[in-house]
């Protein structure tokens, strides 16, 4: 029987801001990014135990984990700073390459929140990067 490729081993990241292009790299080991699964349609019951459904628009989050070594630390820790200064959001553009599966997606979206300082015991902890998206912000590309 035929193997299905799964792998992320060969996967590769791309972040662009208005501080420049970036390249992920130094990912965690366990979970390069993690992705949120919204509801799609809002649901009741009446007491009269009729379920009502109506679509509303929401939030999409990606969460990129970083080693605590990962040179992306200082380009996101840059990216905290301007948006704390500038007082303004900052608008990126992420593209995330699955040749395993055949598929490139490429997300436009804004930096919803970076993680100041990675955790410590044994060693040091993942650090992350949280990616806030608009349904339409998605697009899905054949490789």
Do not use: C, H
């Not at 009269?48 to 939030?59: E, I, N, R």
């Amino acid at each position: 029987m035929a193997s299905r490729n799964i792998t992320v081993a060969n996967s590769s990241v791309s972040f662009v801001t208005a501080l420049g292009n970036e390249q992920g790299e130094g990912y965690s080991a366990d979970n390069i990014f993690t992705s949120e699964q919204p509801d799609l349609v809002e649901t009741r019951i009446g007491v009269d135990g009729k379920l009502s459904a109506g679509y509303t628009p929401a939030v999409n989050s990606l969460t990129f984990n970083f080693e605590a070594s990962s040179r992306n630390f200082a380009y996101f820790r840059n990216v905290a700073t301007t948006v704390k200064t500038t007082r303004t959001p900052m608008p990126i553009v992420v593209t995330i390459t699955l040749p395993a599966l055949g598929v490139q997606y490429v997300v436009s979206g804004v930096v919803k929140n970076i993680k100041s300082l990675p955790d410590a015991g044994k060693v040091a902890e993942p650090w992350t990067v949280q990616i806030d998206y608009a349904d339409g912000d998605l697009v899905t590309m054949p490789m």
